[in-house]
């Protein structure tokens, strides 16, 4: 009997390990990757970043320059939740099931969340940056697409979670639809609402430097101008200074988080 | 896209346990959106829009967008070539995710409190922080330097982004294991990697699995990115000439299309996945 349940469970890892080896090989032939040159290359990129990718003297100059562009960069993260945020409060109040007054919202809801979160943010980039060229808006108008689709869903999933039983002991007391809301689902939502908030624009500084690189704005366009211009040192500087305005968002939002949640 | 999806939303076991008032959590939650707002019309005050007319880019926006999703048309790439491409940024999607979950699995070990100890488990997930902090992007480009623009560079440095994702998410996985378990465990004297295999990974299984999938649909849309910026091959590379290079908005309508569908197929499968493993 006891032997039964592990030959079983041998067997079972045995076609995982043999699927997952398959489906590593075929997309290794697919995508032609060489893993030799792989593991050698990624060896090279350590010594390259060990012996040239620091900064020295001469781009601490540049210091100023790329500490103004990554608060605007910051400024813009934020503000892009920020928009976002109201919009999807809406959705996800009208989509939630404590707060809908229809099913048929639900689906309308989710379908506009999925529709902005899978949209590519390369695509909202590119086709935003036709019209709005390299200004600002660009990147915030970019950015503030991905976050509609991605807070609608979060904060819908958050008002699901205060419970219907709630809702429902609630009504059973008379209360009107506004008024739970706004007394028992929101309130309650509100913690876990800030955190997704922190969260989000946490995303958002690292998706910036991604939307900078293609629309030739804010901390991603200096990366991609040192870069480009194989001035390294330069380059380093960029990445250490968005290292470390992550990991003091991060720090930020944890303490927050540890306090209200 | 970059993000860590459910990682934030997991309480912290310490904040639980620690006592205040509600009162305070409150006035945090409170002061917290007030800075955030503050923030917000600062920012959306001194924006710039650097000569744009606002108005006038709005409208050709909103028309690019209606050629887009109302007139998509294969044009310079044949439906057949953007299946193809999709196929090979699922290839991408594919690689990295496993590459990273192997290394992360043994990191994720190495990074639980209670699997080891505290000098390592801090070293671990400093250097996972790290990584995860720079932009995959920027990844991607720093490996370029050493292996050239393209497919290489880019499974390097996604890998490397989903090892710092993934072990984060790992170790908190094992970390949820009650440690009276392991105690346990020790206690009829079974080896570190017994515990790891006959209790460890077992009980934590269907968490890994999760975050994995959850990593492979977030690797595709990276590696649809690093497409565009980066010039690895698949969809995103085509969305990226199609767009900026040819300034052909039905074809970008097309590769919008595919790409949509792909990540639409992905979430659903995620969604079953997870219901699913929680009815096991």
Redo the contacts between chains.
């Keep these: 009997m006891q032997a039964d349940v592990f030959t079983k469970r041998r067997k079972s890892a045995l076609l995982l390990f043999g699927l997952l080896a398959a489906l590593t090989l075929g997309s290794a032939v697919l995508t032609r990757y060489d893993v030799a040159r792989g593991l050698t290359s990624f060896f090279r990129a350590f010594i390259w970043g060990v012996t040239s990718f620091y900064p020295d003297g001469k781009s601490m100059r540049r210091l100023p320059e790329i500490l103004t562009k990554l608060w605007d960069t910051m400024l813009i993260s934020v503000a892009s939740t920020m928009v976002a945020a109201i919009l999807s409060l809406f959705l996800a109040l009208a989509g939630s099931r404590t707060t809908r007054v229809h099913a048929f919202f639900t689906v309308l809801a989710r379908g506009i969340g999925s529709f902005f979160r899978n949209m590519p943010l390369v695509a909202w980039a590119m086709v935003l940056m036709l019209a709005f060229s390299q200004s600002s808006l660009t990147g915030f108008l970019a950015l503030f697409f991905g976050s509609l689709g991605f807070l609608t869903r979060a904060f819908m999933e958050t008002f699901d979670e205060v419970g219907e039983e709630v809702v429902d002991a609630l009504k059973a007391t008379g209360a009107a639809r506004p008024h739970i809301t706004s007394q028992a689902v929101l309130p309650s939502s509100m913690p876990q609402m800030v955190s997704w908030l922190l969260f989000m624009i946490e995303t958002n500084i690292r998706d910036a430097t991604l939307v900078g690189l293609l629309t030739g704005t804010g901390i991603g366009f200096l990366f991609d101008v040192y870069y480009k211009s194989f001035n390294y040192h330069a380059a380093s500087l960029v990445v250490i200074v968005t290292v470390i305005a992550v990991i003091a968002m991060e720090g930020i939002s944890n303490s927050v988080r540890r306090v209200i949640l | ?4 999806g459910p990682l ?2 997991r ?2 076991p ?2 639980r346990n ?1 006592p ?1 008032p509600d009162k ?2 409150k006035r ?2 409170w002061i ?2 007030a800075v ?2 503050a ?2 019309i ?3 005050a ?7 007319n ?1 108005l ?3 409208a ?2 909103v028309r ?2 209606g050629t ?1 999703f109302f007139q998509p048309h294969a044009h310079r790439l044949t439906v057949w070539d953007a299946f193809a491409e999709i ?2 940024t ?3 999607a ?2 990295t995710t ?2 990273g979950a192997i290394v992360a699995l043994v990191l994720g070990l190495l990074g639980a409190q209670n699997l080891a100890p505290k000098g390592l488990t801090n070293l671990v997930k400093g250097f996972v ?2 990584i ?7 990844w991607v ?3 370029a ?3 050239g623009l393209g ?3 880019a ?2 440095g996604l890998s490397f982004h989903t090892v710092g994702y993934l072990t984060k998410a790992y170790a908190e996985s094992f970390e949820d294991l009650d440690r009276g378990v392991i105690e346990a465990l020790k206690a009829t004297g079974a080896s570190w990697w017994q515990i790891v295999f006959q209790a460890v990974i077992p009980s934590s299984a269907t968490y890994l699995l999760s975050w994995t999938f959850l990593r492979f649909e977030i690797n595709f ?1 990276n590696a ?2 690093m497409g ?2 980066a010039g690895a ?2 969809i ?1 590379f085509d ?2 000439m199609a ?2 290079f040819y ?1 052909d ?1 039905r074809e ?1 309508g097309l ?2 299309y595919f ?2 569908a792909t ?2 197929v992905l ?1 659903i499968a995620a969604t079953r996945l997870k219901t699913r493993l929680k009815e096991k």
């Design positions: 896209m970059d993000f860590e934030a939303s309480p912290n310490v904040a620690t205040g305070r959590a945090v939650t917290t959106l955030l707002t923030i917000t600062y920012s959306l001194t924006i710039s829009s650097e000569g744009v606002v006038q880019a709005t050709d926006s690019n967008f887009i196929v090979m699922l290839g991408l594919i690689l496993i590459f922080a790290f995860r902090a720079v932009p995959t992007i920027l480009l720093i490996f330097v050493a292996a497919s290489t560079a499974v390097i849309a649809v990115a565009a910026a091959a698949g995103g969305l990226f767009s900026g300034f908005l970008v590769i919008t790409i949509l990540a639409v979430e």
